[in-house]
């Protein structure tokens, strides 16, 4: 594509996405053009005396269902719940951060999960385009049968496979 030249990479941007009108021209040089990789992978461990990540430092997640970011929220609540109250005691925290973890991992494998199957079902196979021969795989078949179920997949991704409520750190 830098072979080609920014002017050619600006058409192919302005034909793949005409509501952008002018908007293309913005990019000026290959400056202007980052590349953002997307991954979805997770730390075997996500703690260590005096360390602990959360959110995608954790498990890195993918665009798909919009839902990295409540998970990430969802990981610093637990992580509130699980250390504030002993914090505030002045008590050790290194051997509560492994709960932290214990606590959150399902909830990442199932949402990784749900990520990697779209995936791998829907969204590359869409971009090699084979959309036109694909049929939609059976759960959304469903979903699109029975508007009811709907409220499942809505309060996954709204609520997190585990909801996690803040709590006072008295408690
Ligand atoms: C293309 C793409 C689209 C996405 N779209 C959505 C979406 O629509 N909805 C959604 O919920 N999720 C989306 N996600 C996933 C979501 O972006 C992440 O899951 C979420 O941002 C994770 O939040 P975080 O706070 O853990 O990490 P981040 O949002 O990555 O925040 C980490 C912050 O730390 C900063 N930082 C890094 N190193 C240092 C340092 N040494 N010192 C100080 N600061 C530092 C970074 O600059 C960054 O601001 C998307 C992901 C991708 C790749």
Do not use: C
């Amino acid at each position: 594509m830098q072979e080609e030249g920014i002017e050619a990479f600006r058409a192919d941007v302005a034909r793949a996405a005409p509501t952008l009108g002018e908007g293309a021209d913005a990019l000026r040089s290959w400056d202007d053009v980052k590349l953002l990789t997307v991954t979805l992978d997770r730390l075997e461990r996500w703690h260590r005396p005096g360390l602990l990540v959360i959110g995608d430092a954790a498990h890195a997640m993918s665009p798909i269902g919009g839902v990295g970011i409540n998970v990430a929220i969802q990981d610093a609540v637990a992580a509130a719940n699980i250390l504030a109250a002993p914090m505030a005691r002045g008590i050790d925290q290194d051997p509560l951060l492994a709960k932290i973890e214990k606590r959150r991992l399902p909830a990442v494998r199932v949402i990784q999960g749900l990520q990697a199957a779209a995936q791998r079902r829907i969204i590359s196979p869409l971009l090699q385009r084979k959309a036109g021969a694909m049929k939609p795989p059976l759960p959304l078949r469903l979903l699109d049968r029975l508007p009811v179920l709907r409220r499942l997949p809505a309060a996954l991704i709204g609520f997190g496979y585990r909801a996690e409520r803040v709590r006072s750190p008295k408690a």
